[in-house]
């Protein structure tokens, strides 16, 4: 399972004073994760933000 909050899509809202994923979904897709049961989401990527350095390097 992905951990939400290593995702770069994990982002703060100031207004609401929270964390929130910011992919938009739209109802078919998150109607297909739901019935699927695997929680894992299919946009999950890791925060690195030092691995476009590493490939240049």
């Known amino acids: 399972m ?3 909050e290593s995702c770069c ?3 703060w809202d100031d207004e609401a004073e929270g964390y929130f994923c910011d992919v938009n979904f739209d109802e078919d897709e998150f109607a297909r994760m739901e019935m699927k049961g695997n929680k894992d989401c299919p946009y999950y990527r890791l925060n690195d933000e030092y691995g476009t350095v590493r490939h240049q390097m």
Request: some cysteine; proline content about 0%.
């Open 2 to 4: 992905a951990n939400c």
């Open 9 to 11: 899509f994990y982002c």
